[in-house]
């Protein structure tokens, strides 16, 4: 699965994402599903359908490379409990924060419960008008720390999950920021 997380960008690599995601801006031709969020809500597109899911507060949605979690307002480590236990690929969470210390906060609540639940996490927040990224991986990123990006610019993540017996486990197999 290719995610294109961030600001719509135009890139060679964006012809092949399997889903894009954004704080709220205008989707642009080239992925199969866009999700545009704020901490208001957030709205689910199809490029192949005219199928339009939307919500606020915490959801879970089927694509076809899996299930999603989505949550807007406030991050808690519930709702990566919840995500885990209905097998979601990974959680998107949209909030906007005034203060930096509730920044830093909800940056470490995304990071401890990743780990905790072994769920990816990426986290759109709001502050001083700018849009801070943050996307925790378990056992990935520099010295397998769990955090894989952060920072106000985009990435793009191919992300592969893998179900066993003993659970799931998660690889980055590129990652181009």
């Not at 894009?20 to 199809?46: C, E, H, M, R, T």
Request: charged share 20%; net charge neutral.
């Amino acid at each position: 699965m290719k995610l294109l997380v961030g600001r719509q960008i135009a890139l060679k690599e964006f012809l092949q994402v399997d889903l894009a995601v954004s704080w709220v801006d205008q989707p642009v031709n080239g992925a199969s599903f866009y999700l545009l969020g704020s901490d208001k809500g957030y709205i689910l597109i199809s490029s192949f359908s005219e199928e339009v899911n939307y919500g606020a507060g915490f959801h879970c949605v089927e694509l076809p490379q899996g299930i999603f979690a989505i949550t807007t307002g406030f991050m808690s480590w519930k709702f990566a409990k919840q995500a885990s236990e209905k097998g979601a690929n990974a959680l998107f969470v949209f909030q906007s924060v005034s203060k930096l210390e509730d920044l830093l906060m909800a940056k470490a609540v995304c990071w401890g419960s990743s780990r905790e639940f072994n769920i990816p996490i990426v986290l759109f927040v709001q502050h001083a008008s700018v849009i801070h990224l943050f996307f925790c991986v378990p056992g990935q990123g520099r010295e397998k720390s769990g955090i894989l990006f952060d920072a106000t610019s985009s990435c793009i993540v191919e992300l592969d999950v893998s179900r066993t017996d003993s659970g799931r486990s998660f690889t980055v197999k590129t990652f181009v920021s």
